[in-house]
């Protein structure tokens, strides 16, 4: 459990670096070596690589990694009418959300004869993978599938790791085919990501891959994005984390069950409440030993809350600068007038704002992505949204009055910088322009 209330008031500058400290993330030179091995084996053999390394690690000895459009249709009818609309609905608000993010091309003539345009175009393929743990995860399915769907990317590929049956879950194949995705295949952790990458006799590559994983399978996109040209990760992943800024007016039950919904994702998960009022933050405390008790992914919870913090600043200004610092991937606001400290919250993943806003709305069904930067990345990378799925690139087009009513800077810069063949190839068109005329003039 979270053993003491904090005073940040009382703490010196190191040991406030120490108290917003996360949890180390594994990086050992074991792992590393473990993963580059697999990857060397899935770039060397192709599936029978995959094949092998999934009855290793999965226990599961597989005929063929595809699904088929047969087992989809079966998943589906398999489901429940109330588990199938829930998953309907969960689709139509996050499409809600992602369709407006719709980006036009811009185009703007920056002087008369110099056009310049910002045009967005989908990545042609990506892959999205589905971590499947303790329990199938369609919500994540969900919130990859829609923006690559939305975006209109050529190609779209699924791959999760198989159940001791060789099989994905029903949920994840229902998700999967409202997504319009048809290209599934029974492969996780690290070969996963290497088939992605490197391309197998079954699964083509793809330019970009999205979905959290295991410590694995974020060191193999590590890597692979550092070694396969031409090849993306959506953003560095770590464990979850939650940040709740509340005051006395707060439920502590509310918030107690925010801070559990996080920390039962992993041992290796942080929590942390900020708040004004000590009354509160016992208040919290005690809710969390009443609450954590009656969850059935109990011990994980109770591992991450050990890592966890009670927080008493002096106001909530205070509060806010404690967050801002350490840039929560999901932020929580339960205080009076919430929206109020908005104006002065900059670096969070996805923010929540008021009582009746839980983090678990954003995870399946008020619209927004759950894929967030963690690890403090809050401060320099954006959630996932429609953009990642594309690309931008500029195109110009100059007249020959355009060109020629910009030479005169274009010539004065690359002289000071030295680089006649840039310069030339401004100037031999208007030398070029200019023995045109005097031709017809002579003519």
């Known amino acids: 459990m979270i053993n003491q209330l904090i005073e940040w008031q009382t703490l010196s500058d190191q040991q406030k670096i120490s108290v917003l400290a996360r949890p180390a993330i594994a990086d050992s030179a074991l792992l590393s070596t473990q993963v580059a091995n697999i990857l060397t084996q899935v770039k060397t053999k192709g599936d029978q690589a995959i094949l092998t390394l999934t009855e290793q690690f999965d226990g599961i000895a597989l005929d063929t990694l595809a699904v088929s459009a047969e087992q989809v249709a079966a998943a589906k ?20 959300f992602h369709s407006a993010q719709t980006a036009s091309d ?72 409202l997504c319009g995705i048809n290209e599934i295949y029974t492969v996780g952790g690290a070969q996963a990501i290497a088939a992605l990458a490197y391309g197998t006799q079954s699964i083509p590559a793809v330019n970009k891959v999205f979905g959290p994983g295991n410590r694995y399978v974020t060191e193999a996109k590590k890597q692979l994005s550092q070694q ?16 709740v800024i509340g005051d006395a007016s707060a439920n502590p039950a509310f918030i107690a069950a925010d801070l559990l919904s996080q920390a039962e994702h992993g041992a290796d998960s942080q929590v942390i409440l900020l708040s004004d009022s000590e009354l509160l933050l016992n208040a919290v405390s005690a809710e969390l030993s009443k609450q954590v008790d009656v969850l059935s992914r109990r ?34 606001i339960q205080t009076d007038n919430a929206t109020t400290l908005l104006k002065a919250l900059r670096n969070a993943g996805s923010i929540f704002v008021g009582a009746y ?52 800077c274009i010539i004065e810069l690359t002289d000071a910088e030295g680089l006649d063949a840039h310069q030339r190839a401004v100037t031999i068109r208007l030398d070029d322009d200019s023995a045109s005329q005097s031709n017809k003039q002579g003519a």
Do not use: W
């Not at 971590?131 to 050529?154: F, R």
């Not at 396969?228 to 940040?243: C, K, N, Q, R, T």
């Not at 995870?363 to 990642?388: E, M, Q, W």
């Open 299 to 332: 011990d994980i919870a109770l591992a991450a809350l050990e890592q966890s913090r009670l927080i008493l600043t002096k106001n909530l200004a205070q509060a806010v600068e404690v967050s801002n610092l350490y840039g929560p991937e999901h932020l929580i």
């Open 228 to 243: 396969v040209a031409g090849f993306a990760i959506d953003m560095p992943a770590g464990p979850s984390e939650v940040l």
């Open 77 to 96: 009818k398999a489901l429940s009418p109330k588990r199938l609309a829930a998953i309907q609905t969960a689709y139509d608000q996050i499409k809600a």
């Open 357 to 408: 806003t839980p983090e678990s709305a954003g995870d399946y069904a008020s619209g927004t992505n759950h894929v967030l930067p963690t690890y403090g990345y809050s401060k320099v990378i954006s959630s996932l949204s429609l953009a990642d799925f594309s690309r931008r690139f500029t195109v110009q087009e100059l007249t020959k009055d355009g060109l020629a009513s910009l030479a005169e």
């Open 106 to 177: 811009i185009t703007v003539e920056t002087r008369p004869g110099v056009t310049c345009t910002l045009k967005t175009e989908a990545i042609e393929s990506v892959g999205l993978y589905i971590p499947a743990g303790s329990a199938p995860l369609p919500s994540t399915v969900l919130m990859l599938g829609v923006p690559a769907q939305i975006a209109k990317c050529d190609r779209v590929v699924l791959v999760c790791p198989p159940d001791k049956n060789g099989q994905l879950a029903n949920e994840i194949l229902a998700a999967a085919d």
